[in-house]
């Protein structure tokens, strides 16, 4: 199976070519440059996999949750590339590709939402798949669901940007901390290629992205309110 993946819902842009299980691989701290960057590495990405966008099998992206904008681009991407090559799309949560890439098998994984805030899930890892112990949400990093057990591995910036809280919160019930790593596109490959085989591969049209939080940003008058506070 030919499978492109890519992921744009953070600061870095990840891309993954999987192709008969030879995986090719760009990935890139993109900052706000995602969408003038995604398309010129892709065709670096397709040139050294030797194949072109029509004799893929589908396309796979990190539908969230993450950053609004970098969510937006990489649906749109995905969408644009699918229409063009009449190819099926499946979105991969970024919380569990944070929990594919960790290597480990019981998972927090967090991404820094912004504004005092973390997008948290539980996975424990059954066989070749995962199981959702807690679905992806938008918490305060002090009011994270507990879960049980000792043998816990952090993964994802919301460990960086909010350790003192989760540390607290889950005490001594975690072995490691990955928070450096980001939703990366192999991960997300290797996610969507059992959905694509199991014909859950849908039309681009259908493609949406996962964002949970409703705001983008705090008004001011809430940024003030949350001083004082």
Same mark, same amino acid.
């Given at each position: 199976m030919?499978?492109?993946? @890519?992921? $744009?819902s $953070?600061?870095? @842009?990840?891309?993954?070519?999987?192709?008969?299980?030879?995986?090719f #691989?760009?990935e890139?701290?993109?900052?706000?440059?995602?969408?003038?960057?995604?398309l010129?590495?892709?065709?670096? @990405?397709?040139?050294?996999?030797?194949?072109e966008?029509t004799?893929?099998?589908?396309?796979a992206?990190?539908a969230?949750p993450?950053s609004?904008t970098?969510l937006?681009?990489?649906?749109?991407?995905?969408q644009?590339l699918?229409?063009g090559?009449?190819?099926?799309v499946?979105?991969?949560?970024?919380?569990l590709?944070?929990?594919?890439?960790?290597?480990?098998?019981?998972?927090i994984?967090?991404l820094?939402a912004r504004m005092?805030?973390?997008?948290?899930?539980?996975y424990?890892?059954?066989?070749h798949?995962?199981? $959702?112990l807690?679905e992806?949400?938008? =918490?305060k990093?002090?009011?994270?669901?507990?879960v049980e057990g000792d043998?816990w591995?952090? #993964?994802?910036?919301?460990?960086?940007?909010?350790?003192p809280?989760?540390?607290?919160c889950?005490a =001594?019930?975690?072995?490691?901390?990955?928070?450096d790593?980001?939703?990366?596109a192999k991960?997300i490959a290797e996610l969507?290629i059992?959905?694509? #085989?199991?014909g859950?591969?849908l039309p681009?049209?259908?493609?949406?992205?996962?964002?949970i939080?409703?705001?983008?940003?705090l008004?001011?008058?809430?940024?003030l309110?949350?001083k004082i506070?």
């Amino acid at each position: 199976m030919k499978i492109l993946a @890519l992921d $744009t819902s $953070t600061e870095y @842009l990840s891309l993954a070519l999987s192709i008969d299980g030879n995986i090719f #691989v760009r990935e890139l701290l993109a900052g706000q440059s995602h969408s003038q960057r995604i398309l010129p590495l892709l065709r670096e @990405l397709l040139d050294e996999a030797g194949v072109e966008l029509t004799e893929l099998d589908g396309i796979a992206f990190g539908a969230g949750p993450g950053s609004f904008t970098g969510l937006r681009i990489g649906c749109g991407v995905a969408q644009g590339l699918a229409f063009g090559a009449n190819l099926p799309v499946v979105g991969v949560s970024t919380l569990l590709a944070l929990a594919q890439a960790s290597g480990a098998d019981h998972v927090i994984a967090c991404l820094d939402a912004r504004m005092g805030e973390v997008y948290h899930a539980v996975y424990v890892r059954e066989g070749h798949g995962w199981q $959702t112990l807690n679905e992806p949400g938008l =918490y305060k990093p002090e009011a994270v669901p507990d879960v049980e057990g000792d043998d816990w591995v952090g #993964v994802g910036s919301g460990w960086v940007a909010y350790q003192p809280a989760l540390t607290k919160c889950y005490a =001594y019930q975690f072995k490691d901390i990955s928070g450096d790593m980001f939703p990366h596109a192999k991960a997300i490959a290797e996610l969507a290629i059992p959905m694509f #085989v199991a014909g859950l591969g849908l039309p681009a049209a259908e493609a949406a992205p996962v964002y949970i939080r409703n705001k983008v940003a705090l008004k001011t008058a809430e940024r003030l309110a949350a001083k004082i506070q």
